[in-house]
């Protein structure tokens, strides 16, 4: 099994009156458009695709299913809200148990800690766009994953920023 992790684009600073409604700044919709071309160099082809339901993070997800020419939109998952665990990850992920690759879409610092948790490592940091894969001989479980690579998003650009 292979799961993927794309922390959503650059956002507008949080202004703390309403976190739920930031969005992507333009420079982070390009960036994340640019993205696109490595992303189908690498064939991501998720099954499905489990954004959080905030504004930035559903429209980082809709990107990339436009991006990759996905036929599937993706599915907003409360348990990927600001908090979310590799519990709720895994209880989101299990509705779809046909799915062998799954991408989250969500936050930080949830995303780099729930990888951290199941390849077994002290600590992983993904940057905004930045994307995650790791590999599961079996189940997803924490300690038994395996990182396959990590993208930053400097790569998605020709100046490297």
């Not at 990107?63 to 599937?72: A, D, M, P, Q, T």
């Not at 994307?131 to 300690?143: D, I, L, S, T």
Request: with cysteine; glycine share 12%; hydrophobic share 45%.
């Amino acid at each position: 099994m292979i799961l993927y992790f794309l922390r959503h684009g650059k956002a507008a600073p949080a202004d703390g009156a309403d976190d739920a409604g930031r969005q992507l700044t333009p420079e982070g919709e390009d960036a994340l458009r640019a993205a696109a071309i490595l992303w189908r160099r690498l064939n991501l082809r998720p099954d499905v695709v489990i954004s959080s339901p905030l504004l930035r993070a559903m429209r980082t997800a809709q990107l990339f299913c436009e991006g990759v020419g996905l036929r599937h939109d993706p599915i907003a998952e409360p348990a990927l809200a600001p908090g979310a665990g590799w519990g709720g990850m895994a209880r989101a992920m299990a509705a779809h148990p046909a799915a062998r690759r799954v991408m989250f879409v969500g936050h930080e610092p949830d995303l780099s800690t729930a990888v951290a948790e199941l390849i077994g490592a002290s600590s992983v940091r993904l940057r905004a766009g930045g994307v995650a894969c790791v590999e599961f001989y079996g189940v997803p479980e924490p300690g038994g994953g395996e990182i396959a690579w990590l993208l930053d998003p400097d790569l998605y650009t020709e100046d490297g920023g």
